[in-house]
Nanobody, 114 residues
């Protein structure tokens, strides 16, 4: 069992930045880790991925503004979010996958408003 804890959310003005963290209870080096988000009244959508070998991929809506990275020594995956706009307002979740096992965190709220 892997516990994931997201943090770093908050209220930010349009154009601002936030860095989200996803801290795992064990090593993440063998996991693919994903960030998702869910806005009010909308379905959860995929945002970014970092694979177990360090490859990254992004949704078109965040490409060029968001960066996913990891610190294996700290068992933590990050999502650096720049140039935020109100459409980025959502609860952000991280997910870790290894084989048939999937683990989710509890989410962290990001609100972008002036």
């Amino acid at each position: 069992q892997v516990q994931l804890v997201e943090s770093g959310g908050g209220l930010v003005q349009p154009g601002g930045s936030l860095r989200l963290s996803c801290a795992a209870s064990q090593s993440i080096s063998s996991f693919d880790v994903f960030w998702y988000r869910q806005a009010p009244g909308k379905e959860r959508e995929w945002v970014a991925t970092i694979t177990n070998d360090g490859r990254t991929n992004y949704a078109d809506s965040v490409k060029g503004r968001f960066t996913i990275s990891r610190d294996i020594a700290k068992n933590t995956v990050y999502l650096q979010m720049n140039s935020l706009n109100p459409e980025d307002t959502a609860v952000y979740y991280c997910k870790a996958v290894r084989g048939y096992a999937t683990y989710w965190g509890q989410g962290t709220q990001v609100s972008v408003s002036s």
